[in-house]
């Protein structure tokens, strides 16, 4: 039974930092059609520099963590925003040279990253009560899972509240719909997009430090492998949906915790499995609106 | 000439997945009045309008109180006082009511929404005020046709361009659509394309007919309307039928959906 709870409390841990990375997958296709290759490399960027700010306050230390987390957000979104001004916006309506200019930055930005902080991942120094755990039912879940399980509830009500209440929220939830609408009424939905860019580099960003506490390092290869789990749970969650990316994170990280578990490390085989059989039964998503 | 006509379109050609559909058209909107593009089914007549915004690639030249705006995105020139009402309505179907409405408020900036434009929609859609709250994709096809029209409405254009208003809708609420351009054209010149000659003579004070892609005819509605052979000739149907629907022909508009 404790060994069930620690999988799923584990896997909502991991299921929270899918979110982080799909959400903003989710909100830049479902608005824009841009499959962006790049967003791990916010991630990744976010990790690095949030942690080179937090130690100015203290490795290890709450301060550091938190100025941390507020500056690999701000990373990502400036990370994002420069893309989206510089590589997205001259090839708006190309979605082929997008993906592939998207591809080629996450590629060149790994190279960079690594010719910056070298090759390998580094040990990171975390405040003490995330490098432990906390007992659940005789479980013994590690405290980075209901800091990865909180901030993924976080960034999905804060962007919910940001589609809900906010002028450029109802006009990204307009141009999800009918971009073409939005721009027949007289509003420049371009600033919309930088907008959503950078919304998602910082939700990356932010899972980007978090990844580092739950993975114990930092590596210029990290955002490369969330990106492809954020990839899968955005598909599953139905392309656009921010809710489905929700739930399909949850779904996916919390399988792959079991499937590791009971099924001799087939985790990622299962996942993999989960996204054709979606793809076959039903090829918009769980909560993504059909073709 | 621009000084008494709003819209002025010079040479305009526009293309769709490569292929050119409106060749060179050239016509005049007044700067008061209600101004029918008239043409058999795809003909190029939503075309024209979408080139127009700049909602398909385009050339020629589009100008709007004698100022070109050909060279402007489809925001800027909306935002100049150019109003849309699309074919098919195009209501944000997942939005509420108020939130499309809301969508199409330009603020207080010129052309913007006043307090006026606003009593106005209010006093012409009092449907839509009481189903504020109801997701525009739940209503009938008359209702979201009146969300499209309010939207359009809401701010102070200097031009509405309205696309086939009554299309697919029944014949009460074809009267009820026409009843309110009427009030609107009385505020706003309008350029519509429809395809319901009933409409038309309720409607217009000039026509343009296109043809395959071209501008064939122009001049005051009533002449049009009046001359039985001229109406089978430039539209397919019978003079008697001015209640009748201009018949078929190949398709831009097709083209356009299907791309």
Partial sequence: MSTLILLIATGLGLGGLYFLVASGLSLIYGLMGVLNFAHGSFL??????????????????????????????????????????????????????????????????????????????????????????????GAHVPNTA????????????????FLRYTRYGLIIRAGVENRAMVTALGIDVRRAFTLVFAVGGAAAGLGGVLATQSLNYVSPHMGASLLIFAFIV?????????????????????????????????????????????????????????? | MSGSNVLEVRGLSARIAGQEVVHDVSFEVPASGVTA?????????????????????????????????DGERTDRIVRRGVSYVPEDREVFAGLTVAENLRLAERGTTAHGTTPERRGLVDALFPDLVKRAGQRAGTLSGGQQQMVSLARALLNDNRILLVDEPTKGLAPRIVTE??????????TVPVLLVEQNLQVVERLAERVVVIDAGRVVHTGPARELLDDPELVQRLLGV???????EVSTSSTSEEVEAGR
């Fill in chain 1, 44 to 137: 990744t960027l976010g990790a690095f520099v949030g942690l080179a700010a937090g130690n100015l306050v203290g490795a290890g230390t709450w301060g550091g963590l938190l100025l941390g987390l507020v500056v690999g957000a701000l990373t990502g979104a400036a990370a994002a925003t420069v893309t989206e001004l510089g590589l997205i916006r001259p090839l708006y309506n190309r979605h082929i040279e997008q993906v592939l200019v998207t591809v080629g930055l996450s590629l060149a930005t790994v190279a960079l990253f690594e010719g910056i902080w070298g090759p390998n991942p580094r040990n990171v120094t975390r405040p003490g009560w995330l490098a432990s755990t906390t007992d659940v039912l």
């Fill in chain 1, 146 to 161: 209901f800091l990865n399980v909180l901030a993924g509830a976080a960034v999905l009500c804060g962007i919910v509240a």
């Fill in chain 1, 234 to 291: 955005t598909v599953i969650g139905g392309m656009g949906s921010l809710t489905g990316a929700a739930v399909a994170s949850v779904v996916v990280a919390v399988l792959q915790q079991l499937a590791n578990f009971y099924l001799n490390n087939t985790g990622d085989l299962i996942v993999v499995l989960l996204l054709a059989l979606v793809l076959l039964v039903r090829p918009s998503g769980l909560l993504g609106r059909p073709a």
């Fill in chain 2, 37 to 69: 593009v008239l043409g058999r089914n795809g003909v190029g007549k939503t075309s024209t309008l979408r080139a127009i915004l700049g909602l398909v690639e385009r050339s020629g030249e589009v100008l709007l109180d004698g100022v070109r705006v």
């Fill in chain 2, 177 to 186: 659509v026409a009843e309110t351009l009427a009030t609107a054209a009385l």
């Fill in chain 2, 238 to 244: 019978s003079a008697g039928g001015a209640g009748d």
